[in-house]
C-alpha cells in the first residue's frame, strides 16, 4: 500500500486466507480426479422388476420382427449413466460420480446405480418439478408463485418417501384445508378465476393432466375427433361445483352447485354430478371431491395408470410413449383404451398393469422403464434412409433424441463447472449460487411450461446464451471456486487433462481424431497456461451439438 503499512495481523489474516483457499481447492480437486471406492448397498430391487422387464423386451422384440426393424446397438454404459442423470437428476454426472462408477465392478453396477440414484434427493426435487408442472402449471404472479412452491415441496417430500401415485393424486382432487397446512390443495387454489375456484378450469386440468386426455374443448361443445361429449365435460364440472375458498381454505358447501346458462333460453341450470363412464366406480362420500377422486384413481380406470406411465416413459426418454407408433399422439392426448388387447398387448398396457398390480409405485415403474432393452439402446444407428429411420423412432428401434429442456442445460452447465458433485451434500453458498442462476438461465433460455415434453427446436438466442451468457462465463473463468483450474493443477498430463475436460462436460472420452486435434494444438501453444486450455476447451463443449441434446 502507498503511504500505509500493512498491520502484522492483517497480513496473516490474508495469509490464512490464502492458503485455506488453497488447501481447499486442493482437497475438492486432487482426491476426485482418480479412481475412489464407493460401497453401495446391494437390494433385490432389480431382481423384483426383472419378470415384467423380459415381457417388456419380449413385446418389443416382437414389434420390431413385424415391423422388419433392426434395433441399435446397446448403447455403451457411460452414455447411459450420463442418460440416467439428466433423466432423473436433470444434469450431468459430475466427475466424482464418474470416478465412483467406474470404479464399481460389480456386473450388476447399473441396477444398483439407478437405486441409489432414485433415492437420492436430487430425484425427488427434480421430478416434483416436472410433476408439478403438469399439475399447477408455471405461475408468474408472486402469490401463486408461493403457493406453487409449497406444492412442488410438498410433491418433492412425496417423492422422497416413495408414496403410492394414487394416493398423492386423490389428496390433490379431494383435500380440503388451508393451503399452507395443506399443499396439496393448491391443486384447487391454481384453478382459481376471479377469487373463486373454477370447474370448468379445475376440470380440463384433471383430465388432462389425471387421465391423460384433453377435454377443454368439449366445455363449448362436443369433441370434434374424440368421443367427449359436453354433457359429460358439465358432469365432470359438477363434481367440483361444492368448493369455496374461505379465510380457512379450500372447503366444500353442500349447498353449492355447478350451473351453466343455457344459450338457448338463457336460462341457468343446475348440473348434477355424472361421469362419461365407469359409473361402478362412483362412491357415495362426504363431499363430491372425494367422489371424483375415488373415480380417477379406481384400479379398473386404465386412463389413469396408462396416463402416469405415459408421462413418466415421456419424461425417462424425452418423447412420450404415445408420440410413437401406433398413436403418434402428444403426452396428454391418449386415445381410449382398448377394450380388448390383442395377443401382443402394447407396451403401455403391459406397464400400466403392473404399475396398478404393485400399489402405484413410481419408483417401481421407472426402475421397470429404465431397465428395459429400448431405454439401454444407443441413439446411433446405420440407417441413411429418413423414412426408415423414422420407423425405428417411431417403434422404439433407436434411443430418441431430444433437445436438452433448460433446466438440463443449466444444470450440466453448472454440473461440468465443478468436479465434486452438487447434492444436498455441496456447501450452502454452491447450492444457492445454483438455484439463483438456475432461476436466470431458464427465464433467459425460454421455458414450454406444462408443454415440456413437445418437440422443439433450437433458436439462435438459446445458442448465444450458452456462447456468450453470464452463466457460460462464470462457468469457464479460472477461478478457485470452479474445475477449470483443479483440472488443470491436478490432471498431470495433456493426455489426462484432455480426458478429464471431455469426462466432465460430456461423460465421455474423447475420441480419436478429437484427441490427435486437440494435443496437437496444444502442442502448437505450449506456452499457454493449463487453466486457459481447459476454458476454452469447456467453452467448446459447451457449444457443441452433443452437449444440448439427451443422446
Known amino acids: 500500500m502507498t503511504g500505509r503499512q500493512w498491520h502484522p495481523v492483517l497480513k496473516l489474516s490474508w495469509l490464512?486466507?490464502?492458503?485455506?483457499?488453497?488447501?481447499?481447492?486442493?482437497?475438492?480437486?486432487?482426491?476426485?480426479?482418480?479412481?475412489?471406492?464407493?460401497?453401495?448397498?446391494?437390494?433385490?430391487?432389480?431382481?423384483?422388476?426383472?419378470?415384467?422387464?423380459?415381457?417388456?423386451?419380449?413385446?418389443?422384440?416382437?414389434?420390431?420382427?413385424?415391423?422388419?426393424?433392426?434395433?441399435?446397438?446397446?448403447?455403451?454404459?457411460?452414455?447411459?449413466?450420463?442418460?440416467?442423470?439428466?433423466?432423473?437428476h436433470g444434469t450431468v454426472p459430475s466427475l466424482e460420480e464418474i470416478r465412483q462408477f467406474e470404479a464399481d465392478t460389480h456386473p450388476d453396477r447399473l441396477p444398483r446405480w439407478i437405486e441409489e440414484m432414485l433415492r437420492d434427493s436430487r430425484f425427488a426435487d427434480y421430478f416434483a418439478e416436472r410433476l408439478t408442472r403438469v399439475f399447477v402449471g408455471v405461475q408468474r404472479e408472486p402469490f401463486l408463485i408461493f403457493r406453487r412452491d409449497l406444492f412442488k415441496s410438498w410433491m418433492s417430500d412425496q417423492l422422497r418417501r416413495n408414496r403410492p401415485y394414487d394416493q398423492m393424486v386423490w389428496e390433490m382432487i379431494a383435500q380440503p384445508g388451508l393451503w399452507t397446512g395443506e399443499p396439496a390443495t393448491n391443486f384447487i387454489t391454481h384453478g382459481v378465476i376471479d377469487k373463486e375456484p373454477n370447474p370448468a378450469k379445475l376440470t380440463g386440468r384433471t383430465v388432462r393432466a389425471v387421465l391423460g386426455q384433453r377435454i377443454d374443448c368439449a366445455e363449448c361443445h362436443n369433441h370434434p375427433f374424440a368421443n367427449w361429449k359436453q354433457r359429460d365435460f358439465q358432469g365432470l364440472a359438477a363434481f367440483y361445483g361444492q368448493v369455496k375458498l374461505s379465510p380457512f381454505g379450500v372447503e366444500d358447501d353442500p349447498k353449492r352447485r355447478f350451473r351453466v346458462t343455457d344459450r338457448n333460453t338463457l336460462e341457468e341450470q343446475v348440473i348434477e354430478p355424472a361421469v362419461p363412464f365407469g359409473e361402478d366406480w362412483l362412491t357415495t362420500r362426504e363431499t363430491f371431491r372425494q367422489s371424483l377422486a375415488d373415480w380417477c384413481i379406481n384400479s379398473e380406470n386404465r386412463r389413469f395408470s396408462r396416463a402416469a406411465v405415459n408421462r413418466v416413459w415421456g419424461l425417462l426418454f424425452g418423447k412420450a410413449w404415445s408420440e410413437g407408433a401406433p398413436y403418434q399422439v402428444s403426452v396428454d392426448d391418449l386415445p381410449d383404451p382398448e377394450e380388448e388387447t390383442s395377443a401382443t398387448p402394447l407396451v403401455l398396457d403391459i406397464l400400466a398393469e403392473d404399475f396398478v398390480a404393485h400399489g402405484y409405485d413410481l419408483r417401481r415403474l421407472m426402475r421397470v422403464i429404465l431397465s428395459t432393452e429400448a431405454f439401454r439402446m444407443d441413439s446411433r444407428a446405420e440407417i441413411e434412409d429418413d423414412q426408415e429411420l423414422q420407423r425405428h423412432l417411431d417403434h422404439w428401434a433407436v434411443f430418441p433424441l431430444t433437445r436438452l429442456r433448460p433446466e438440463q442445460v443449466v444444470g450440466a452447465m453448472l454440473q461440468a463447472a465443478s468436479i465434486k458433485t452438487i447434492d444436498q451434500n455441496a456447501a450452502l453458498i454452491t447450492r444457492t449460487v445454483r438455484l439463483l442462476r438456475e432461476a436466470d438461465f431458464v427465464r433467459e433460455y425460454g421455458d414450454l411450461g406444462e408443454n415440456e415434453l413437445e418437440e422443439r427446436s433450437g433458436t439462435v438466442p438459446q445458442a448465444l446464451l450458452r456462447m456468450n451468457g453470464k452463466l457460460a462465463a462464470e462457468a469457464t473463468e479460472p477461478n478457485p471456486f470452479n474445475a477449470t483450474p483443479r483440472l488443470a493443477i491436478a490432471s498431470g498430463s495433456p493426455e489426462r487433462l484432455l480426458e478429464n475436460c471431455y469426462l466432465v462436460t460430456l461423460t465421455r472420452r474423447p475420441l480419436d481424431e478429437e484427441r490427435s486435434y486437440f494435443l496437437g494444438l496444444w502442442q502448437e501453444t505450449a506456452t499457454r497456461p493449463d487453466s486457459r486450455r481447459v476454458q476454452d476447451l469447456q467453452w467448446i463443449l459447451f457449444n457443441s451439438p452433443e452437449f444440448s441434446w439427451n443422446h
Open 16 to 88: 490464512l486466507v490464502v492458503v485455506g483457499l488453497f488447501w481447499l481447492v486442493g482437497r475438492t480437486a486432487f482426491p476426485t480426479l482418480h479412481n475412489a471406492n464407493r460401497t453401495v448397498e446391494r437390494n433385490e430391487s432389480a431382481q423384483a422388476v426383472l419378470p415384467v422387464v423380459q415381457v417388456v423386451d419380449k413385446a418389443m422384440r416382437e414389434l420390431w420382427e413385424q415391423e422388419g426393424l433392426r434395433p441399435a446397438a446397446p448403447a455403451g454404459e457411460l452414455t447411459i449413466l450420463r442418460r440416467l442423470s439428466l433423466a432423473l
